[in-house]
């Protein structure tokens, strides 16, 4: 079992709908939880960073951690065509030594279509 | 705020040769700086970890003498790719962490290498 599991899609959304992405993981030490867009070509971009069980809002992105059931979700809303992009999921123990190594997820493929 | 920049973005380089990658963080001190390595359709695939001042910890599998890192400031690490062969061409990219930004790494745009 991998020790973050990851649909990599494709998903594809119209315009305007809410898109809901996952992972899942096995290892109960992982305590940062980040999510990641890359555009094609390109660095991944920090969308969104969270620390322990719970939601957390910036403007039309929503992330939630679930470490009871080590789920995480990032949800979209008002999706938009520029929204399109590779989205990774990444997490890390903390506490130093090698646990601040990301481990990431293999990403999951959005077209949001006009 | 945590930009990293990457030089070159683009490169071809004749089979043999060796490549030197760039990057700088350039509005904070980066503690440690990651190099990553991704292929087509995959996702990024850590090759080794840099402190300033301090040799790299390469991951399992990872030539040492083949992709040398060297951190020699708190805003500048580079990756030379040592004896280029076509299986080195890949998408080259780093990222980079402060002090007090816990887990979070930023990263840069990317290099893309392309041996012939």
Redesign the interface.
Known sequence: QKEVEQDPGPLSVPEGAIVSLNCTYSNSAFQYFMWYRQYSRKGPELLMYTYSSGNKEDGRFTAQVDKSSKYISLFIRDSQPSDSATYLCAMSGGGGGSNYKLTFGKGTLLTVNP | G?V?S?HPSRVICKSGTSVKIECRSLDFQAT?M?WYRQFPK???M?MA?SNEGSKATYEQGVEKDKFLINHASLTLSTLTVTSAHPEDSS?Y?C?A?FRGS?????????T?LTVL
């Open positions: 945590a990293v990457q440690t990651f995959q996702s990024l850590l970890t998408f990219i990222s962490k816990t887990d979070t790494q930023y990263f840069g745009p990317g893309r």
